[in-house]
């Protein structure tokens, strides 16, 4: 069969494009992001973990006068450690001052703790974790489980000075963010997006500090590509006897082709590149059944997230004085890190994402003019010198077919049905670095019932 036209003109003219960006550093050898990956130090994570749970407790209300314990020495410490560990990090304090409202019992003041490393584009990527920990009191977590929810930080009588070392919940991703913020700034690398680093206060209370936050970003219309959150990253010994240090699970909310879902592919097929003994287990919805975190603020804004978790977590020891040190493995923490890592900075490296709408929220594919191809448009995005379509089954969930076309914003795959597949355009960076996939999202139907003569 012949190909159309405008398919054999398109690819003609761009033949040279496509060759350079084909035969400059491909990325899964990329020297750049492997120094990022194996710069992550396990001897850091261990050492600033033990720092952070020896503030005694992070709780949100907790002291802010203190020196040695409480959220306000720990705050400060955060900030002076991600202040000295680069002077390429715009490090500062994202201050919130919450009412009495759900779970706070008072009026309070929540710092973020916030670190900039910015990028040629104003195009934002976030590492996250919350540095806020919880002691529920006896039972913990385990108990508000059974229980079915109820919860006694609303109480007038909570304590929230008691021992809460919240090592793994969420130490775990707090060291892991400040890690990496250090491991980003240091390697020297001119990335194209704006990484931000932030530890979260008043995720315990009802991810309060992150949707403040993000709030904010939405209302100003900062670009944010992606937010990988970590929470509950480092225990490998399942509360129910199941031991694994080579599975890091990535939660993220649909509908199966959102951009949340883009994300979570996009750090599997990059962490089988620079990460390969570690195994990624996407999971196709938002988080644990009945349980949140701080990545729910960006998808409720409409932002790309994501939330890694360990594999098998020990809920008898969370929001509880046991979550210490020893419930922590930094081998495999570190790994987790190296994750994000590998993910974000090759994200970070690559273009932003193109967009297959028109300005009117129209998706750009069509039957093209045979009627029986698929037609696909998108917008061109700087930086992009070639483009690659994706395109699966409808019952399926990862891409199952793939071509680099040129520097092109138009192609036509002939005789294959927009019916029958899903499809996606992701951009190319001359240096071969790929962005997030756009997909081609069908929308869903709205309509009014119908008017009925009733009788
Ligand atoms: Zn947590």
Redesign the pocket.
């Known amino acids: 069969m012949t190909p159309p036209r405008a398919c054999l003109v398109a690819l003609i003219a761009l033949l040279p494009t496509l060759a350079a960006a084909q035969s400059a550093v491909p990325p899964d050898a990329d020297p750049r992001v492997r120094q990022i990956v194996a710069a992550v130090s396990e001897t850091r994570l261990r050492a600033l973990a033990t720092r952070l749970v020896s503030f005694g407790t992070r709780e949100s209300m907790s002291s802010t006068t203190s020196p040695t314990r409480g959220i306000g020495a720990a705050r400060q410490w955060i900030f002076d450690e991600l202040t000295t560990s680069s002077p390429r990090l715009q490090v500062s304090f994202d201050t919130h001052v919450i009412p009495p409202q759900g779970r706070f019992t008072r009026q309070t003041e929540l710092r973020n703790v916030m670190a900039v490393l910015p990028g040629r584009s104003p195009r934002r990527i976030y590492i996250t974790g919350?540095y806020d920990s919880l002691n529920l009191g006896s039972g913990g977590q385990q108990a508000l489980n059974a229980a079915g929810g109820l919860n006694p930080q609303a109480r007038a009588d909570f304590d929230h000075d008691a021992e809460a070392p919240g090592a793994n919940?969420?130490g775990s991703?707090t060291v892991l963010t400040m890690e990496l913020a250090r491991v980003f700034a240091e390697s020297g690398v001119q990335f194209d997006a704006t990484l931000v680093f932030i530890c979260w206060a008043g995720?315990?209370q009802g991810l309060v500090g992150s949707a403040a936050h993000a709030q904010a970003l939405a209302a100003a219309k900062v670009p944010v590509e992606a937010n990988f959150n970590n929470?509950?990253v480092g225990n490998i010994h399942g509360g129910n006897g199941v031991v694994d240090a080579e599975t890091v699970r990535v939660y993220s909310v649909g509908p199966e082709d959102s951009m949340s879902r883009s994300l979570a592919r996009y750090v599997e097929r990059v962490a089988a590149i620079y990460v390969p003994s570690h195994r990624i287990r996407l999971m196709a919805r938002e988080d644990r059944f009945g349980r949140g975190?701080d990545h729910s603020s960006f998808t409720r804004q409409g932002f790309p997230a994501v939330v890694f978790r360990e594999a098998n977590e020990n809920f008898a020891k969370q929001h509880t004085a046991a979550d210490t040190l020893e419930g922590v493995d930094f081998p495999y923490l570190t790994q987790n890190a190296r994750v994000n890592a590998a993910a974000a900075a090759s994200l970070a490296l690559a273009p932003a994402a193109p967009t297959v709408q028109n300005d009117r929220g129209q998706n750009l594919l069509t039957r093209g003019p045979s009627g029986y191809d698929a037609q696909l448009r998108w917008n061109a995005v700087p930086g992009a010198v070639a483009y690659r379509i994706s395109w699966r089954d409808t019952w399926t969930n990862d891409w199952q077919h793939r071509q680099t076309v040129g520097n092109v914003t138009e192609f036509i795959l002939p005789n294959v049905s927009i019916d029958d597949y899903v499809f996606g355009v992701s951009a190319i960076a001359a240096d071969g670095h790929e962005s997030l996939t756009s997909a081609y999202v069908s929308p869903v139907r709205q309509s009014a019932d119908v008017k009925v003569v009733k009788d």
């Open positions: 919350h919940d969420d991703g995720e315990e929470d509950i975190s």
